[in-house]
């Protein structure tokens, strides 16, 4: 057990969005960010969420939930309480409120940062909300742990510099957040298939490798981005994972 004082105390979920895709067969997705308290006070937000006016491919509205900031002002908590952002990658549905924290300091890997930076047009339809001029970035390179008890796993593919979180919590264990290196359950195997918006089919089946190992040697509880089945199964904010 980590007894660190810097270590993670509780996990909140926030649920920004739900969608059902037609099939065969339907998809019910999901999307949403996270919170972690530390013992010592700290407020990390991973990823913000779909920003108010952003739309579907086809042009149906996918916002249809309170969003991040709405949603850490139910906790009692502001924009400026939020010391740390980790930035798992820059796709419009996990940035659309990176501006809202400009005392925040963002974290990154530095390949997805350099990615983004050169212009990539993948990343231009959310530039405006993590490229403002009063975001702080510190990128890191790999496996990183971050504080005691909350390390950040590098899994590229989805995108170049993609990255999953793992938390270790004082009563539920250790939490891997897989993010969109796998985003549904069913995903969660060597033979899966690339969706349209992966980038590396090489590098998504190696990152899934990784996180099926890392869970399995940690005997972690895995959260995927975008299950909109498991969603409903999962506490969300205000309730937590202590």
């Not at 924009?79 to 419009?92: A, F, Q, S």
Request: with cysteine.
């Amino acid at each position: 057990m980590v007894t660190d004082s810097r270590s993670p105390q509780r996990l909140y979920l926030f649920q920004v969005a739900a969608r059902t895709f037609p099939g065969p067969p339907p998809i019910e997705t999901s999307a949403g960010c996270y919170l972690v308290q530390t013992h010592d006070g700290q407020n990390i937000l991973i990823d913000s969420g779909v920003p108010d006016d952003y739309a579907a491919p086809d042009g149906t509205p996918f916002v249809n939930a309170p969003n991040v900031v709405t949603q850490l002002s139910e906790l009692g908590l502001n924009p400026d309480d939020i010391d740390l952002v980790i930035c798992t990658h820059l796709d419009i549905d996990h940035v659309g409120f990176h501006d809202a924290f400009p005392g925040a300091e963002f974290i990154i890997q530095r390949q997805q940062h350099d990615l983004a930076r050169t212009g990539n047009p993948r990343f231009q339809n959310g530039q405006g909300h993590w490229d403002h001029p009063d975001l702080r970035y510190r990128v890191v390179d790999g496996d990183t742990e971050l504080l005691p008890g909350l390390t950040l796993v590098e899994t590229s593919g989805h995108t170049t510099g993609h990255q999953s979180v793992l938390l270790r919590l004082p009563e539920t264990g250790p939490v891997l957040l897989a993010i969109d290196a796998v985003p549904l359950a069913r995903a969660f195997t060597i033979d899966r298939q690339p969706w349209p918006f992966d980038e590396n089919k090489e590098q998504l089946i190696a990152s899934t490798q990784k996180l099926l190992d890392l869970a399995g040697r940690e005997g972690a509880m895995v959260i995927f981005g975008h299950d909109g089945e498991q969603w409903k199964t999962l506490k969300k904010a205000p309730e937590f994972y202590a």
